[in-house]
């Protein structure tokens, strides 16, 4: 059996672990001295709460190696196989953790780490299509290709709203995120093998938004694409974004996702972005 799990800095929409089987390891946020685990005694509305009540930036923590190997054995049977997708190991330890606790449970469990090269909603795609190929009666190897090509097409873009959080968690290089916020200006940020980088600056939200889906076009043009769009306690300009992903792109599929607290943690409240790849042909 294939048991296909993600960790919690990946987005998916109400309905998806269910309809696809997929499990969440959760991720643990640290905000004012008090450790939290995401999902569990910590939801998403708690921790915007305590965000603006504390007005700390939160810290989150991968999980070890041994807290992966508890989750795996909770989760599968000894000789299942389990399809782990990571967010990219630029910028966490978690997928380091997944391959050392798949090579402590070798021999139990065949497990597969999978570096998504990106996080939020992509993560949720790619636990999606192999789980349909899975359904669909796809071997293993088959499942890992068409996740490696989703990978290497993947386009993702953001703006952030609040550039504290990224520069304090190191998510982008500090000069840079200095710059802008000196600047008063909103960053675009684009991801780019599996890092962020700013990819333009501009003076007003609503100009980073467009901007934003402006890198987006540019990247996959009339191409049929699955879309998701993804927000951070800001739903407003998640929707506004939608209606313009509708007119801009050649949707197969859209999505609206909020983001995991451990990826919120991280980006700040008000972070907008867009995840689109290619619908595969055939």
Not at 1 to 11: C, E, P
Not at 203 to 218: C, G, K, Q, S, Y
């Amino acid at each position: 059996m294939l048991r296909i799990v993600m960790d919690g800095a990946g987005d998916m929409p109400a309905g998806w672990a269910e309809m696809y089987d997929i499990q969440v390891i959760p991720l643990q946020v640290q905000l004012k001295e008090q450790t939290y685990q995401q999902g569990t005694d910590l939801e998403k509305g708690e921790f915007y709460r305590l965000v603006a009540e504390t007005g700390e930036i939160p810290q989150t923590r991968p999980p070890s190696p041994q807290e992966l190997v508890d989750f795996y054995k909770s989760i599968a049977e000894p000789g299942d196989r389990i399809l782990s997708v990571h967010v990219t190991r630029t910028l966490s330890g978690i997928f380091a953790s997944a391959q050392a606790a798949a090579s402590e449970l070798f021999g139990q469990y065949h497990i597969i780490p999978f570096d998504s090269a990106g996080g939020s909603a992509a993560m949720g795609y790619l636990c999606r299509e192999a789980r349909l190929l899975d359904r669909a009666g796809y071997s293993i190897e088959r499942i890992l290709q068409r996740l490696e090509d989703m990978r290497r097409h993947l386009t993702m873009f953001l703006t952030l709203n609040n550039l504290s959080y990224a520069r304090r968690s190191m998510r982008m290089r500090s000069l840079q995120a200095a710059w802008a916020n000196f600047l008063h200006l909103k960053p675009v940020v684009a991801l780019y093998d599996g890092a962020l980088e700013i990819a333009g600056r501009v003076l007003t939200r609503r100009h980073a938004l467009e901007n934003m889906l402006e890198n987006v076009r540019r990247q996959v043009g009339k191409t049929p694409v699955n879309v998701a769009v993804f927000h951070a306690q800001d739903p407003s300009a998640g929707e506004s974004l939608v209606e313009k992903v509708k007119s801009v792109l050649n949707c197969q599929d859209l999505i609206v996702t909020d983001l995991s607290i451990a990826v919120a943690a991280n980006l700040g409240p008000g972070t907008v972005g867009i995840v689109a790849y290619p619908v595969e042909e055939g």
